[in-house]
């Protein structure tokens, strides 16, 4: 499957806790972005990586939020000290021209 | 970002074809349309794109009105797996382009 993959697909948490999602892009896929979409909505955006550099974040990304491309290869989300207005679905796209996205990682703050 | 506005909903029958329509009446020059859909369960899938011609392609068809103001997705056949929510997006051109969402149009595909 040369599609983008993401992992965990589900994610269950405790409030507090902190947890890291894992996006692969497509290879040779030198952008790649990060949405949040709750339940009814469309996704929105978070950020944005052009290789390994990180070049826009929007400003619902919150201090306690992450994310990472080292290498411009995969790229990691974090959320630290999870809240419950955090559970969403956390999609990963990446871009060679149209965004091509992953099947999402599904959080759950209890 | 300039706003686009879809039908909340629209309803279709197996295999007739479809027209689902947006309203981009601030669009700008640089701006481009581009049609995604997410099915149940799954990330958002890219339908079609286009700046000012008409486009075509093997999943849809892309008629943009001559001022730009509106644009409509063509699904030739309806499929009961083309139910979905279709969003309508504008991204300026260039080498980024965020995608912004909106709540997009559920499609029921009526068998």
């Known amino acids: 499957d040369t599609g983008v993959s993401q992992n965990p697909r589900h994610k269950i948490t405790k409030r507090g806790q902190n947890v890291t999602f894992r996006c692969d892009p497509i290879?040779?896929?030198?952008?790649l972005y990060w949405y949040r979409q709750t339940l009814g909505q469309g996704p929105e955006f978070l950020t944005y990586?052009?290789?390994?550099?990180?070049?826009?974040k929007s400003r619902l990304l919150s201090d306690r939020f992450s994310a990472e491309r080292p290498k411009g290869s995969f790229s990691t989300l974090e959320i630290q000290r999870t809240e419950q207005g955090d559970s969403a679905m956390y999609l990963c796209?990446?871009?060679?021209?149209?965004?091509?996205f992953g099947p999402g990682t599904r959080l759950t703050v209890l | 970002d300039a706003k686009t506005t879809q039908p909340n909903s629209m309803e279709s029958n197996e295999e007739e074809p479809v027209h689902l329509p947006c309203n981009h009446s601030?669009?700008?020059?640089?701006?481009?349309i581009h049609w995604y859909r997410q099915l149940p369960s799954q990330g958002p899938e890219y339908v079609i794109h286009?700046?000012?011609s008409n486009v075509n392609n093997r999943m849809a068809s892309l008629a943009i009105a001559e001022d730009r103001k509106s644009s409509t997705l063509i699904l030739h056949r309806a499929t009961l797996r083309d139910a979905a929510v279709y969003y309508c997006?504008?991204?300026?051109?260039?080498?980024?382009?965020?995608?912004?969402f909106g709540k997009g149009t559920l499609l029921t595909v009526n068998p």
């Open positions: 796209a990446s871009s060679f021209g149209g965004q091509f």
């Open positions: 290879s040779e896929h030198n952008r």
């Open positions: 990586f052009q290789n390994e550099a990180q070049l826009e």
């Open positions: 601030t669009i700008s020059g640089t701006d481009y």
């Open positions: 286009g700046l000012t």
């Open positions: 997006i504008l991204a300026h051109g260039g080498s980024n382009y965020k995608l912004t």
